[in-house]
């Protein structure tokens, strides 16, 4: 499986971005999605996940209400809007395959394919 993360870029604060990671080489309707970020010098971190059919989703506290992840299996897309963003959300965004599962997990190490990232920068 390999995904292609895309449209992050720099962005003021309070201001929105949608960022859209393709999945290929895979059957992406059977997978959980994950996104997570990592800001210079921290870990890794959990930031949503959708279950395989879209119909429900989880949020880290610290994005609940401002992020929203959806996707297109027709498309094998998964996307993450970003709005009211803070420069705290300034980050590598990372979108992540966990298969064989139907639930979600906030643990890095239960995903098994990874994206290449794609950069946000919110400023002040």
């Known amino acids: 499986v390999q995904l292609q993360a895309f449209g992050g870029g720099v962005v003021q604060a309070g201001g929105s971005l949608t960022l859209s990671c393709v999945a290929s080489?895979?059957?992406?309707?059977?997978?959980?999605m994950g996104w997570f970020r990592q800001a210079p010098g921290k870990e890794r971190e959990f930031v949503a996940s959708?279950?395989?059919?879209?119909?429900?989703?989880f949020y880290a506290d610290s994005v609940k209400g401002r992020f929203t992840t959806a996707r297109d299996n027709a498309k094998n897309t998964v996307f993450l809007q970003m709005s009211s963003l803070k420069p705290e959300d300034t980050a590598v965004y990372y979108c992540?395959?966990?298969?064989?599962?139907?639930?979600?997990?906030?643990?890095?190490?239960?995903?098994?394919?990874w994206g290449q990232g794609t950069q946000v920068t919110v400023s002040s």
């Open positions: 959708i279950t395989r059919s879209g119909g429900s989703t």
């Open positions: 080489g895979g059957t992406f309707s059977t997978y959980v």
């Open positions: 992540a395959v966990r298969k064989a599962a139907v639930v979600f997990s906030i643990r890095t190490k239960y995903y098994d394919y």
